[in-house]
């Protein structure tokens, strides 16, 4: 943009970069330098310390003072002022750490969303306000300058890179490994193995799941009860036309790892509605009972729609056919939802026939 | 990106500034305030004459759709036997009388009084039982617990009525309303009957001690303050993404182009621009 532009373009390949990083102070004015051919301005060109001599091209530092210092001293203070407010924000968040209590009495839920915020708020303006400081400063009271900076070359010096070569090949020849396979076989034989060794250890990361997601806790008279409220359920008491609910194997309803499972839900119908292929000797009294998790990725699926007859999982709107077997009538399921055998106790309530006869929930591997 | 360029300037700035700060504070304003809620019930009754306004009114204003018997027709179902508190949902929702015939029925101000209502409801329950308008006894929240009716909320409701009531889609245009303006009585009614495509949660099945803890639940979430200041609707992370992204990169962008912007005194300045 400025003269500082076109005195970089004109310098040569083999210029050596400065020994200087941008940013830091210039070399003391006046030890090793020169004027350079081109001066002016506030002190113009000057010669950095380099191998290149007094031959090699002359390079322009950047100004030492800003161009208009009044504008500058009052960017100075804002600056500053943004970088105290930094520095407060930072207590600030020290202080709400400590002030609110997120595990003291009350709302807890609501402390600990404010704490949070204050939290977040604090850091936030902490981190925010460095950088504005550090732009207002680079943009507003350093000289508006810009300066090139040349990509330095990656590789080593040809002689660097010979004389590495030949230590090798000296090294190589001197060791004999060429000469002897046999200590060079036995060498990879001893060192594979080794590598290999840890591979071992990752059985150790856990038990293998076995047949574990091929069964459910249900079992042949294992009663239905509510979720969370934990009541069994006759015929009787689930007796309304479009009543849904979720149920759970009694004596697993604290138990998260298989209610993940074996979490199911009955549906009760008019008479007549369910068809084939639901299995009817499966049902009780127009009570029907599914697996929730859905065969797509294991969701809730557990929007019921008693007009249609639809089960939904909210994930990706698998949708499933209630009256029809949970039939997928739209969307990614690839299997309808397995369906519990049930029937009723000696007591009247309701139990599982047995467990399911498939596998609940997603795809895997080894489900065939 | 020229375009972009040639508009950056510092005026822009300032109003992004200042749009920043009016954020901010309301922010730290909705931090320090905080919403609350509250919602009451009333109880009712039902004698003879009342049946008879009752038939009445449903003469006028249900019995073109529902018949002239409530037996019902190709445009309305029977409500014989639909039960008083099927009545008294619809009706105090503005659901019914229906304005127009869409998927869904939408909530609207109540076409009748809380009497007239009284009067249809004890006119329908007199046709033949069905659920009664639970009493101010039943749908009080009084003593509730709120943890259970969270349990059974997420297990039964939430996966339509989204975890903080807030609503959501169905099938064919159906949705699941969002639960914030119903009152306690109302979402009692809705769990005992089962408007539209909502499935029935009967008092033996879920208790009415149960139903009690939902409605806490439902009634408490709505009273939960909004710390960050915008609920964005509470449908979840979805919107809180997209809120982020959008208002993140926005933030980002502007941020960019200060750091990268020309100053104005290398434009008009004693450096020349020769490019």
Known sequence: MSDNDSDLENTPEERQPPHRVIGTPPPARGLLTEPGPSGEGDGGGIEPYGPGGPGAPELRELP????????????ERVAAAVFLISALASVGFVAAYVGLEVHDRGDVVDAALRSNLALGSAMSLAFLAVGVGMVIWVRSIMPPVELTEERHPLA????DRAAFAETFVEGAEASQITKRPLLRRTLIAATVPVALAPLVLLRDLGPLPGTTLRHTAWKKGTRLLVYASNQPIT?????????????????????????????????KMAPGQLQAPTNLNWTVDNIV?????????????????QTTHRILCPCHQSTFDATKGAQVIFGPAPRPLPQLPITTNAQGYLVAQSDFHEPVGPSFWERG | MRWITARRRRPLFGYAAVLLALVAVGMLYAAVTGLGGSSASAGSGSSSPLITQGKNLFAVSCASCHGEYAQGTERGPSLIGAGAAAVDFQLSTGRMPLKETNAEAARKPPVYTQQEIYAIAAYVASLGGGPAIPSGQQDSTAGADTGLGQSLF???C???????GAGGALTDGKYAPPLTQATNRQIYEAMLTGPEAMPVFNNSTLTPADKRDIIAYVTQTRAEANPGGFSLGRIGPTTEG??????GIGALVLAAMWITAKRREERTGEITDNR
Not at chain 1, 64 to 75: E, G, H, I, L, Y
Not at chain 1, 156 to 159: A, K
């Open chain 2, 158 to 164: 939430a996966q339509c009525h989204n975890y903080a």
């Open chain 1, 156 to 159: 080593s010096t040809p002689e």
């Open chain 1, 64 to 75: 030492a003072d800003p161009p208009n210092p009044v504008s500058a001293r009052n960017w």
């Open chain 1, 235 to 267: 015929p009787a008491d689930f007796d309304s036309e479009g009543g849904m609910i979720t149920v759970v194997p009694e004596g697993y309803q604290d138990n998260d790892e298989e209610l993940a499972k074996s979490t199911s839900i009955i549906i």
């Open chain 2, 154 to 156: 997420n297990a039964n």
């Open chain 2, 242 to 247: 997209l809120v982020a992204w959008l208002g």
């Open chain 1, 289 to 305: 009972a599914y697996s929730k998790i859905c065969t797509h990725v294991g969701c809730p699926a557990a929007l019921y729609e």
